[in-house]
Structure formats: structure tokens, C-alpha cells
């Protein structure tokens, strides 16, 4: 295939301009005049195939995004979910299949392991975090693609765990470096995701076996209900450059981070490890709630947005970089796709950070 198609690419945004640029095909600057996150990327002539490109052009990508965390691809001609996927085979080998889910997706079509972004009604936000961070394989590649722009908001907002973890309370980074973070889940008809949806089976022994090789503790419960445990680190060594990095989802599956209203119903009829998902200490002892509250002000603190635009695909560094999403109306069609598998407990500091 041509790096370059036929088909015009989009009108680019305004930039601020970067030197060293090394791609004659492609402009390297920032979205923002403050901050380098996302670094943006853009077609210095129409019709440049991004798939091609990033074929071509891997490790000066990949060295982006490790340095800044999240890069913006706008302007090239990427019309379908084949071509987002075509892209994701180009520059990380292929998509992860999205298994030991925490949010309701759809799967585009069968042959691709690109879906929906999480299928929440338009008017909730969804809170900051690093995909599937709470489970004990995580991507560290995370795409996404705007196929519709909503009419307002519906942003999807990006943070650097960087940033995040200068700002976190030494105490507070250095306690749950050293007692990690356990996962509670509860799974049921009705009750959070149906642990046939979260595992992709209806066959309990499939279940137990793909737990035992990640080490979650599976309790089958009265009703076809499940309950999973695992402990995980709430800092991680980056696979490429070394560095500590904050990431887990002890915020996000915290009680204290669902809507008031939402958490007091359910706290009237359920304890706390009955909860659809909620986070304590390694050791099972509650975090204690001034933690939460600190760092959900800092993961807040250290987002950073931008309007989608048709065509937009947006590479993440998993563990670098949080995001979330805004509250929006009209339509809006955010593909997502994963790639790169690492195991949480390979790159846990613990103590060492």
C-alpha cells in the first residue's frame, strides 16, 4: 500500500510549533501553548495513510509517546474502524481482546477487538483512572478514535501520572506502595456486570482457570453470584523507561467515587465488600477516606481536554497518562482498542519506589 491515499486529510488545528522535526511526511508540535500533553501530530500533505506511516515510523512514535505521554493523530484520513485498527496492527502489533471487564462495551465486529467506549448515559462523567489498571494484566497501549463528535462537552479527558504522583502526599504514595491495594468485585444478575459478560464465558471452570493464572481469588456466591479478590500494586515500574508511575484503580473503584446519591443507596443495603466493586488495603483494612479525598483532588487537578474532531486518534501511554470522559448531548461515537499486555505483578515497585 502507498503511504499516501487519495482521500484529502482534515483541516488541522492551530499548532504551536515544536523544532526537531524528524518525519518529512508528518508536523510534530503541542495542542496546548502550555504543557506538552498530548503531543500532536499531524500530515504535512493531504492523504497521508497513518496506517503506513506508523509502520514505518514505530520507535520516533513510541519515543513520543513515553516522553510526553499521549499523542493526538488529527488530520489524516482514517474513516472506518478497520482503518483505526489497520493503525493499531501498524504501531503495536495488533488489539487486545477485552477480557475481565469493569464497563459495559460493544464490540464492533467480531474479526476486530476495537469497541464502544464505555456505554454510560451521556449526562454522567466518568472519573480519571488507567484502563483496567484494577486487573492483574493491563495494556499499556490504550487508542482512541472519534468516528462522531458530540454536539457539546463529551471530551475525553487526559492526565499525566507524572504530574500525579509529584503532587501526592509522601505518607499517603509511600502507605499504599507498601501495603498495595486489594480489589473487591461482586458480580450478579442485576448487580453490577453479569460475570459471565466480565469473563466473556458461562462456563464457571473457564472462569477459575483464567483466575488461578492471574492470581484473583474467585468465591462463588448463593443466585449464580461471584465474588473476586486480588491484591495489586498502586505503583508500577514503566516497562520501557524505568520509572515509578502511579497506577491503579484505588480511587476510581473506591465507594467515595461514585455519586453520592448512588453510594448512600447502596451502603443502606450492602457492606462494604458487598459492594458491585470497591478498593482496601492489601490487608483488607479499609483506606481511609481523607486518602481517597486527597487524591481524587489531585487526579482531577492534572486533567487536561480538548473538543474531538472526526478522524481524531488518540494514543496513550497507559501508564503514563489517565483519562475519563465529560458528560455530552447529541451523538457520540468514541472507538477504543488495547494493545501491549503486561503483568501488574512484573512491574510492581512495592517498597523499592
Not at 469497541?115 to 449526562?123: E, F, I, L, R
Not at 454522567?124 to 494484566?137: A, G
Not at 453479569?194 to 464465558?201: R, S
Not at 479478590?229 to 498502586?234: F, M, Y
Request: hydrophobic share 40%; with cysteine.
Amino acid at each position: 500500500m502507498s503511504i499516501l491515499q487519495t482521500r484529502p486529510g482534515l483541516r488541522s488545528a492551530r499548532r504551536h510549533a515544536v523544532s526537531g522535526d524528524a518525519a518529512e511526511l508528518v508536523r510534530w508540535s503541542f495542542l496546548f501553548d502550555t504543557g506538552t500533553l498530548p503531543a500532536l501530530a499531524e500530515p504535512a500533505m493531504p492523504g497521508v495513510s497513518l496506517a503506513q506511516w506508523a509502520r514505518d515510523n514505530q520507535d520516533l512514535i513510541h519515543a513520543r509517546l513515553v516522553e510526553h505521554g499521549a499523542v493526538l493523530f488529527r488530520g489524516f484520513p482514517v474513516g472506518s474502524a478497520a482503518e483505526f485498527n489497520a493503525y493499531i496492527d501498524g504501531v503495536s502489533g495488533g488489539a487486545l481482546e477485552y477480557k475481565f471487564r469493569a464497563s459495559p462495551r460493544t464490540q464492533i465486529q467480531k474479526d476486530l477487538n476495537v469497541y464502544t467506549s464505555t456505554d454510560y448515559p451521556a449526562q454522567e462523567s466518568i472519573f480519571p483512572h488507567n484502563e483496567h489498571s484494577y486487573s492483574p494484566v493491563l495494556p499499556l497501549h490504550l487508542f482512541f478514535y472519534c468516528d462522531i463528535a458530540s454536539l457539546t462537552q463529551g471530551e475525553t479527558p487526559i492526565g499525566s501520572t507524572r504530574l500525579l504522583l509529584s503532587r501526592i502526599d509522601p505518607d499517603v504514595r509511600d502507605a499504599l506502595a507498601r501495603r498495595k491495594i486489594m480489589y473487591v468485585r461482586n458480580f450478579g444478575e442485576g448487580f453490577g456486570l453479569p460475570w459471565q459478560t466480565v469473563f466473556q464465558t458461562r462456563d464457571r471452570a473457564e472462569v477459575e482457570t483464567y483466575c488461578k493464572s492471574v492470581g484473583i481469588v474467585p468465591e462463588w456466591r448463593s443466585g449464580d453470584r461471584l465474588r473476586t479478590r486480588q491484591v495489586g500494586p498502586a505503583l508500577m515500574r514503566h516497562p520501557k523507561t524505568g520509572e515509578a508511575v502511579w497506577c491503579n484503580h484505588g480511587t476510581f473503584f473506591h465507594e467515595l467515587s461514585l455519586p453520592a446519591s448512588a453510594r448512600e443507596q447502596l451502603r443502606s443495603e450492602f457492606a462494604a465488600e458487598d459492594l458491585p466493586q470497591n478498593t482496601f488495603y492489601g490487608d483488607g483494612a479499609p483506606i481511609e477516606h481523607d486518602v481517597i479525598r486527597h487524591l481524587q483532588g489531585l487526579y482531577l487537578d492534572v486533567m487536561v481536554k480538548f473538543p474531538w474532531q472526526r478522524g481524531d486518534v488518540l494514543m496513550v501511554d497507559n501508564l503514563l497518562c489517565l483519562h475519563g470522559r465529560s458528560p455530552y448531548t447529541g451523538p457520540r461515537r468514541i472507538l477504543v482498542a488495547m494493545a501491549h499486555a503486561c503483568r501488574a505483578q512484573d512491574l510492581d515497585v512495592g517498597e523499592n519506589a
